[in-house]
C-alpha cells in the first residue's frame, strides 16, 4: 500500500502527517511503529492523522499515534503542526479552527506572523483523572524511584505529566530516570516525564521524556505543564518562555480553570510516499 505523507516539525518535535479527509487511513500497530522507524521508515515522534469531523461544531478530528505504535490523547507541538498541514493542504481556509481529540475540543489560531497558538484547555491536578495513585492533594509529591526519593508535582494537559524542578536541566537523568517515572506503577497509564530548570520568573529550560517516545527535542504539554506547575508553585509570572532544546515556546495562564494558551512554531520539512506492507 502507498501511502502519502506530509514530515513536519514544531520546535524539533516531528511528525509524520496523513490525511485521512481525503481518503480513509486505517493503519495497524505494526504499520505505525514502521513509519516512525527512523531507518526503516520516515522517521518520527508521532504520527498525527486528520480525520473528518464527528463532534458537532468541529472542524476536524484529530489522532495522536507514539513512535511505539499507541495511540494518546494529546500534543501540543503536533496541533500546532496539524493547523499548518490543514491550511497548506486547502482542506481548510479558516484561521481559526476547533479540531476534536481524545482529550477533548481544542481550538488552534494561524497567526499572521506564521505561528501557531493552541488553547490547550485547562490542567487538570485532580490525582484520580490524572491518572495519579496518591492519598494526598499537596501539588508536590514524594515518589520513591529504584531506592530514591524525588519529589514531582502530576498535572493533566489531556494526558498526564509528572514535572521536576531541577537545578540544572543539563545533568538531569532524562534517559535514565525518565524512561523509570514513565512506567511507574504509580502512574496507570504511564505519564510523560519533565525536568524544568527555572531561569526567572518568565523563562525555564524544559526537557522532556514522553511516553511511547522517549525524549524529545520538544514537548508542547510538557511545556504546558511545566509552566502551570511552576506558577502553582509560586515560582513563575502567567506568561512564561520555553525553551526546549529544539526550540522555544510562549506559555500563558491566568491560573484557576483558565485554559493554558501555548503559541510556537509549526513547520513543513517535506512530502513524499511510502510502501507500507499490509500484513
Keep these: 500500500m502507498k501511502l502519502a505523507f506530509t514530515k513536519m516539525q ?29 531507518h526503516f ?3 518520527c515522534d508521532q504520527i498525527l ?3 473528518p469531523p464527528r463532534a458537532a461544531g468541529t472542524d476536524f478530528r ?3 499515534f507514539n513512535a511505539d505504535g499507541g495511540e494518546v490523547e494529546q500534543c501540543g507541538n503536533g496541533a500546532r503542526c496539524f493547523v499548518r498541514f490543514v491550511r497548506e493542504r486547502g482542506l481548510t481556509a479558516k484561521n481559526e479552527i476547533r479540531v476534536e481529540t481524545a482529550a477533548g475540543v481544542i481550538t488552534l489560531r494561524f497567526e499572521a506572523d506564521g505561528e501557531v497558538t493552541v488553547n490547550m484547555g485547562a490542567p487538570v491536578f485532580e490525582a484520580k483523572r490524572i491518572p495519579f495513585d496518591t ?6 509529591q ?3 524511584v529504584e531506592g530514591e526519593t524525588i519529589e514531582i ?12 524542578v531541577v537545578a540544572d536541566v543539563d545533568a538531569a537523568p532524562v534517559a535514565t530516570q525518565g524512561a523509570l517515572i514513565e512506567r511507574h506503577a504509580r502512574f496507570p497509564q504511564r505519564v510523560n516525564v519533565g525536568y524544568m530548570q527555572v531561569l526567572d520568573r518568565g523563562r525555564i529550560r524544559l526537557r522532556v521524556y514522553e511516553r511511547g517516545a522517549g525524549e524529545t527535542l520538544a514537548c508542547g504539554t510538557g511545556a504546558c505543564a511545566a509552566v502551570v506547575v511552576g506558577i502553582r508553585r509560586g515560582l513563575l509570572d502567567a506568561r512564561v518562555r520555553v525553551a526546549t532544546r529544539g526550540g522555544d515556546l510562549t506559555i500563558r495562564w491566568e491560573g484557576a ?10 513547520v513543513t520539512v517535506f512530502e513524499g510516499e511510502i510502501e507500507i506492507d499490509e500484513s
Excluded: K
Excluded at 16 to 31: E, F, K, N, W
Excluded at 135 to 140: C, E, G, P, Q
Excluded at 153 to 164: D, E, I, K, Y
Design 10 to 38: 514544531g520546535a524539533g518535535n516531528d511528525f509524520v502527517v496523513l490525511d485521512g479527509v481525503s481518503r480513509t487511513i486505517a493503519l495497524t500497530p505494526t504499520q505505525l511503529r514502521r513509519l516512525a522507524d527512523r
Design 41 to 43: 521508515g520516515v522517521g
Design 49 to 51: 492523522l486528520v480525520e
Design 62 to 64: 484529530y489522532r495522536i
Design 135 to 140: 492519598h494526598s492533594d499537596a501539588l508536590v
Design 142 to 144: 514524594s515518589l520513591e
Design 153 to 164: 508535582s502530576a498535572v493533566s494537559m489531556g494526558n498526564p505529566h509528572a514535572v521536576q
Design 257 to 266: 480553570d483558565n485554559p493554558v494558551w501555548m503559541t510556537g512554531p509549526a
